[in-house]
């Protein structure tokens, strides 16, 4: 067996406890968990906590998905996809002990949006400096800050049951489905009529739409609406956004539990919790074991292929994958209904964002609000800026995207992990995450070396404008095109959810009708990752509750 | 006007503190916090470094050939065991065993000693010493201190101080030099992290302060104030004078005192030592035939405050700094009718770490055993509930690297 190797640099030795079990090396498991993500993490975790011996395959040779940490030039370290936590469940937290096992959400405390003008608007992390913040830009958008903030995270809470819940299938006449159903309903009774429209007109509304109600400060919306895009292949003014925007408030109403900010190490440290947690359970870990095919017999999944030829037989499977891989590369067509595949064929998974990382060797200097001395104290680099100075902006940025360019001047959403974590980078120098939008899948002229240059250069030019000295702190660079998140991560189309969040491909639409419950046409085979209800962003949702079905079939 | 005093750092200090929220502490200004949230400083103790002005506690000096004899009368340590340049903790108790404070003894050299308590003690340490060669002096105006807490303070010490802090263990002090000003750092704190407290002259406080805050700025160091402590310090499970316990000699009746067993120091109650010490026959007495009371930890039970909350519609709400007050714990069915209070908790706090809701608690015997539900009193609502919760064992949060 391989050597596991952590996500890289994971100096997170779990505090106490980590008691590795002797795991014997065989092929022979109760459950195969295809992709060593976080999902997949999760469910082989819970499947291992139900006393279930599992073996989690992991393509690369780290663990972690699109939630790793690498370090790409020596001694920075990247949080290479996924870059923030907000919507981890609380109950995984709880449930696979992740504190104990080295999880540490650092706080994020601030937005800073530099605008065209040269001034600056900010969100800080106290309330009411922020609140005389926007006053600065517009006392009535001062006020209504506070009544949004409200409104958004009441329909959040309303909307929030149908996370944990098995999506049932509206169509069905079973017991299971009906008494779904009868969740569903007894859950929408118990909202006020208010609440009923407000979830119906955000359901439906564009984040434009939803934030000119609300607001008059350009760079206020652009930032707002921003959320709303993010992982979609649609702007601001396009219907639906809005409930995207609402799935990311979704991480703000757990209260005092409320999981919010950096990881310690990155996302990798999140991964590397999740791991540390399911080795003390016993989950036997595989890298570098690519799976080639599900094996099949007499109509039901016992095991696979991998790439070397290698086979491991188990009495269940779930593929941690997207659904395109899960369905259309996993298993032969000739095992599922003609109907399931066109549908897994349509499902949306245009990959519309990049990454780009940087290594710095000093902070870009913002000129809105520029710091003295090396920047250590500088508050604004300790949080998020984002590049959003109004929704006119993002929607040109939007318009590129749509007939296959890169955004000449794209919405960034940028954090300085070192700032947060000191140990991201050496001393005194810094690391920097773009996350970076729109960058098309299907870009009109393909990737290429050439055109991953461009986008870089588009981040920096963008940022140059707000932060003139960019380019002389930068030691190294790397830029992650939806090409490159589908040949690393493997997530086909590169979409950073799995497929996007897009009203008809959310809750008992995710993936497809009829299968949004964890279970395939396949018996035996299971689906539990981003591309499944609730959907993507480090939730782990999908894997704990795919997991949580597999144990009711029983195996 | 009188006012309060100000600490040697007090300069600095006041730069900084933003939401200029100072505290008394023994007759101080102490920094509340320095930013209008508690999380960037919460976590410097927990992953960076946090710079934390602790130059109010009361320090002594105490000299002379009886020095060691004097503590060895008045502490419930063995003070002989000590050798030059170890630190240790420990309580002092009245006649009865009664806690009547907690610091720490350092042995500067053969004959000299620091002792460090929460409150005056400079009329009972007299009082004990009576016919000794020793003399004591109340040095606390003119020794600054600094507490030094984080995973990464180690590495900025280092840069900062001539000597390297490399061999220097847990509980033990060293003599070394920071910017040609004598210090003595001990490997001590109140965090539970890895961490260090340096003691110097007033004099060179500021010097010191901007040679630390300087060489640390590139390892994530922040000043921090006593309420972000306060909460690392539940979580560490250590507790603090006049909140979790009553002084003895402050005591109106004589159920608010506690014996060093009852406050789980079992550990610093050196009953086969040599000679007489202050409290031994009462506190022999009790070990004999068990404490009534014991501080433990207590988690509350996530699930259930959620299913609490959930029936007035609200998550779980938690005060987002750690309080002091007591809140009662209860034992028993309540639908049965054996709904009994068992104790109290004095200082409960969120733990940003651990994700849970924990307490220091008092429970009467046998509800202190690790494990017992109990149920720990909170307010919904202007309602009283109560919240199941877990006897746990205390620390809370036990990093390894705190005495690697």
């Known amino acids: ?555 | 006007m009188l006012n309060l005093k100000t600490t040697p750092f007090h300069e600095r200090t006041s730069a900084l503190c933003q939401p200029q929220n100072w505290r008394k502490w023994a007759g101080y200004f102490a920094a509340g916090s320095y930013e209008h949230t508690l999380d960037r400083e919460y976590w410097a103790i927990r992953n960076a470094a946090a710079l934390i002005d602790v130059s109010p506690l009361m320090k002594y000096v105490i000299t002379g050939k009886d020095a060691a004899a004097l503590l060895h009368r008045v502490t419930t340590r063995d003070v002989y065991k000590m050798k030059t340049g170890q630190v240790a903790y420990t309580g002092w108790c009245d006649e009865d065993g009664k806690m009547i404070d907690d610091g720490t003894i350092t042995r500067l050299d053969d004959s000299t000693f620091r002792l460090t308590a929460a409150e005056p003690n400079l009329r009972w340490l007299t009082m004990n010493a009576v016919g000794m060669d020793a003399a004591i002096q109340e040095v606390t105006d003119d020794v600054a201190a600094l507490s030094f807490q984080g995973p990464n303070t180690r590495k900025i010490l280092n840069l900062v101080a001539e000597e390297s802090l490399d061999g220097l263990k847990y509980f033990r002090m060293m003599k070394n030099k920071i910017r040609g000003a004598d210090v003595t750092i001990s490997r001590t704190g109140y965090t539970g992290d890895l961490g260090y407290e340096i003691w110097m002259d007033a004099k060179d406080a500021l010097k010191i302060w901007d040679a630390l805050m300087s060489v640390g700025a590139d390892y994530g160091i922040a000043p921090v104030g006593i309420l972000a402590m306060d909460m690392a310090r539940v979580e560490a499970g250590l507790f603090m004078l006049d909140v979790d316990y009553t002084s003895a000699t402050h005591a109106w009746v004589e159920s608010q005192k506690s014996s060093p067993f009852e406050l789980g120091l079992d550990w610093t109650v050196a009953l086969d030592k040599p000679g007489y010490f202050v409290g031994r026959r009462a506190l022999e007495k009790e070990k004999r035939e068990g404490s009534a009371w014991k501080m433990v930890g207590l988690a509350v039970d996530w699930v259930g405050m959620e299913k609490i909350f959930k029936r007035v519609g609200l998550p779980p709400q938690i005060p987002s700094m750690a309080v002091r007050g007591s809140l009662p714990i209860l034992s028993g069915n309540p639908l049965s009718g054996g709904n009994v209070q068992v104790g109290y908790a004095s200082t409960s706090t969120w733990s940003p770490l651990l994700k849970t809701y924990i307490a220091l608690a008092h429970l009467q015997k046998p509800y202190y055993e690790i494990g017992t539900d109990v149920r720990m009193e909170i307010t919904v609502e202007h309602h009283r509930q109560h919240a199941p919760a877990k006897v746990v064992k205390l620390p809370f949060y036990d990093p390894e690297w705190k005495r690697k």
């Not at chain 1, 298993?331 to 499902?347: A, G, H, R």
Request: charged share 20%; with cysteine; proline share 6%.
């Open chain 1, 1 to 555: 067996m391989l050597k596991v190797k952590k996500p890289s640099t994971c100096n997170l030795q779990p505090v106490t406890y980590n008691q590795k079990r002797k795991t014997m090396t065989s092929n022979q498991y109760d459950a195969i968990i295809i992709g060593g993500g976080h999902n997949g993490l999760v469910a082989a975790a819970y499947l291992a906590r139900a006393g279930k011996k599992v073996v989690v395959l992991e393509r690369r040779p780290i663990i972690g998905g699109a939630a790793v940490t690498e370090e790409i030039f020596p001694g920075y370290k990247f949080t290479e996809f996924s870059y923030v936590v907000s919507l981890l469940r609380p109950e995984i937290i709880r449930d696979l002990e992740l504190p104990k096992h080295g999880l540490k959400i650092l706080p994020l405390p601030s937005t800073f949006t530099p605008m065209e003008n040269g001034d600056y608007l900010a969100a800080w992390d106290d309330h009411d400096v922020t609140r005389r913040e926007i006053y600065r830009h517009s006392p009535k958008d001062a006020e209504a800050y506070d009544e949004y903030a409200r409104v958004m995270a009441r329909a959040a809470k309303a909307i929030k049951p149908l996370i944990n819940l098995i999506p049932p299938d509206p169509s069905s006449l079973s017991l299971r489905d009906m008494l779904g159903l009868l969740k569903v309903g007894q859950y929408a009774a118990s909202l006020s009529e208010k609440e009923l429209y407000r979830i119906a007109k955000l359901a439906t509304q564009s984040s434009a739409d939803l934030l000119e109600e609300w607001f008059e400060t350009d760079a206020l919306k652009g930032t707002k609406a921003a959320s709303g895009i993010i992982g979609t292949f649609l702007g601001p003014r396009s219907p639906g956004t809005a409930y995207v925007l609402l799935h990311h408030y979704m991480g703000e109403i757990d209260g005092a539990f409320r999981a919010w900010g950096f990881a310690k190490n990155g996302s990798g440290g999140v991964s590397g919790a999740i791991l540390n947690s399911a080795q003390a359970l016993g989950v036997e870990i595989r890298v570098e074991a690519s799976v080639k095919q599900v094996k099949i017999k007499g109509g039901r999944a016992v095991g696979v292929v991998l790439e070397n030829g290698d086979e491991i037989d188990s009495k269940v499977v779930m593929s941690a994958a997207d659904p395109k891989r899960t369905f259309l590369q996993f298993v032969e067509q000739k095992y599922l209904p003609d109907d399931f595949v066109t549908s897994i064929q349509n499902f949306r998974t245009r990959g519309s964002s990049g990454k780009v990382n940087i290594a710095l060797s000093k902070l870009p200097n913002f000129s809105a609000l520029p710091y003295q001395g090396n920047g250590a104290d500088s508050v604004l680099h300790r949080g998020a800026v984002s590049i959003s100075p109004s929704i006119d902006y993002i929607e040109r940025a939007y318009d590129d995207a749509k007939y296959g360019q890169i955004s000449k001047r794209p919405y960034i959403d940028m954090i300085f992990p070192s700032m947060i974590d000191p140990d991201m980078a050496p001393p005194g120098q810094h690391v920097m995450s773009c996350f970076v939008q729109y960058a098309p899948y299907d870009l009109e002229s393909g990737w290429n070396d050439e055109r991953r240059n461009d986008l870089g250069e588009a981040v920096i030019s963008t940022i140059e404008e707000y932060a003139p000295n960019i380019r002389e702190c930068i030691v190294g660079m790397q830029v992650i095109s939806p090409k490159d998140i589908e040949r690393i991560a493997g997530i086909t189309g590169g979409n950073i959810f799995h497929g996007e969040l897009l009203l008809h491909q959310i809750f008992f639409l995710r993936p497809v009708p009829q299968w949004a419950d964890f279970r395939t046409p396949l018996k035996g085979y299971y689906f539990g990752a981003s591309g499944a209800h609730p959907g993507g962003g480090v939730m782990g949702a999908p894997g704990m509750l795919a997991a949580k079905e597999m144990l009711k079939d029983g195996f």
